[in-house]
Each structure stands twice: as C-alpha cells, then as structure tokens.
C-alpha cells in the first residue's frame, strides 16, 4: 500500500464518522473515526481517533492497518501531526518527549526531545534538556532554555548548537569547509566528524 495513490477522507450519512476510499471511490475503510480534526487525505500513515461504543482511542493508523502509537499521537493545536516526507512524530505523554515514526510505524528516533520540527530535507529540529512553561490558560506552552541541534532522520547529530531565528531554507543546505560570504545564507559549524 506504501507509495501508492492517496486514500481520501468521505463521511458516514450524518456526518459524524469518517472513512477512507482510494482514487477510484472504493471504500478502503468504512466510517469509523472522529471527524474532529481528521485529516482528508491519508498517504501511508494518519493519526486517527477511533469511537468504540461511549469511548475513543487515538493512535496512528498505516495504510496495511496496523493500529501504533496508542494514545501517543502528537497534536499541536488540535491537530494531529501530518506524514512529511515518510515520518510522523510522536509522544509519550507519561515522559512528555518526543519521537519520530517512519511510515511504517517503526520507531527511528526515540521519545527523548522536549521539541522535534517535521523532517525537512532529511533534517529536523530539536530542542532538549528545556524547561515547559505553559501559558496563562494552559492550552499553549513554550520551552526555556535547553539545547537546539540539527538532526537527522537516522537519529544523528548534524549541528550541536543550532540558533537560528525560524527563517531558514532547508532546501537549499550548501556543505563546505569555509563559510559562504553571500549575504542570503546563514553558516552553522557542523559537528567534528560529521
């Protein structure tokens, strides 16, 4: 099922419950998700809430149906995370830290970060070692202090200390041994031996 044509969400007759069908309108799974936050399309792995009788469970559903990461969905503002370039990240709420998922459900990088941004370019963002602050009405939060690195998917350590001020191109990542002069980059020293 993996690299195949996106499944597309479709609703039950009251439009409380929610399934998927591939291209060709056929029904790949019926009705059975909360429809709050229940992303549309769904490309190898989705978090979904699942009703069950008067109770719901969340977790991450892959395409050949195997249910992981139960209860550990990672929401930021409701909204679970979304698949990006064949991972997901995850939470292990009674640690409250952090982990990736590669579409098929497999662990690639433990719950051990306070924050990880979704892959880009096979890099991620993160952050460990902070202190959570949560706002005044606790539906927000934020970190304070801790050590921001550059990382990749395979769990490596590209850039120890990463500052930068969120406007950054992964796309456009230039590796050489002298800084780059050019007024529109940024230079980071990479990790000795990396």
């Given at each position: ?27 790949k ?51 679970p ?11 292990d ?55 921001r ?46």
């Amino acid at each position: 099922a993996q690299g195949g044509d996106p499944w597309f969400s479709f609703y039950n007759a009251d439009k409380t419950l929610a399934g998927f069908k591939d291209a060709n309108w056929a029904v790949k799974i019926p009705p059975k998700f909360q429809t709050f936050s229940l992303q549309n399309k769904f490309n190898n792995i989705i978090g979904v809430v699942e009703v069950v009788g008067e109770k719901s469970q969340n977790y991450y559903l892959t395409r050949s149906g195997r249910k992981l990461a139960i209860d550990s969905v990672y929401y930021w503002d409701f909204q679970p995370d979304a698949e990006q370039e064949g991972f997901i990240r995850f939470r292990d709420y009674k640690k409250d830290k952090i982990g990736l998922l590669n579409i098929n459900g497999d662990v690639v990088i433990p719950a051990s970060f306070d924050l990880l941004s979704k892959v880009h370019n096979g890099m991620i963002y993160a952050l460990s070692g902070a202190i959570r602050t949560d706002s005044e009405d606790e539906s927000h939060y934020n970190f304070e202090g801790g050590n921001r690195s550059l990382i990749d998917t395979n769990n490596q350590v590209l850039i120890d200390t990463f500052e930068f001020d969120g406007r950054i191109n992964f796309y456009s990542v230039k590796v050489s041994n002298m800084p780059d002069p050019s007024p529109i980059r940024d230079n980071f020293r990479a990790k000795k031996g990396g």
